[in-house]
């Protein structure tokens, strides 16, 4: 079975890094895909997105990158033969805002989320804290 693993990915994190991971083993194939959030500015380039995700799937060989910038994920879905999507989750925050796009996908096109719940030690993380911190020149 395959899985989409759809983020904006602005940047890559540990908390995607250990979704992506476990994902990884649970579904034949994942297509890790850098997404375009019209609610989110880009802060790093596709291109540079798309390099970063190759090295957080490095090692696992059944992990692609790909990105879709124009349409809905249900799109993609389609035109990719995908019919799961994989959503990580840090709490009861982000299943309120990932839910409800579950039921249109599914709505749409059929499409069931598989939700992963985020290792406790990483659900702190978010690329928004990411990059603040990188603002001030310190790695996290």
């Known amino acids: 079975m395959r899985a989409l693993f759809p983020g904006s990915f602005d940047p890559v ?5 250990d979704v992506l991971r476990r994902a990884a083993v649970l579904f034949d194939e994942v297509v890790v895909c ?3 959030n019209s ?3 880009g802060r790093f380039p596709v291109p540079e997105r798309l390099d970063r995700l190759r090295a957080a799937a490095a090692g696992l060989g059944n992990v692609t990158v790909d990105s879709h910038t124009g349409g809905l994920l249900v799109d993609y879905c389609r035109r990719a033969g995908i019919d799961v999507v994989i959503r990580g989750v840090r ?5 309120g805002y990932e839910v409800p796009m579950a039921r249109m996908n599914h709505e749409l096109a059929g499409v069931e989320t ?3 719940a985020a290792d406790p030690d990483l659900a702190h993380i978010s690329s ?3 990059t603040a911190v990188g603002q001030q020149n310190r790695v996290y």
């Open 39 to 41: 609610e989110k500015s």
């Open 34 to 36: 850098v997404m375009f």
């Open 128 to 130: 928004t804290l990411v």
């Open 13 to 17: 994190t540990r908390g995607h890094q």
């Open 114 to 116: 598989f939700f992963i």
């Open 91 to 95: 709490g009861v925050r982000d299943l």
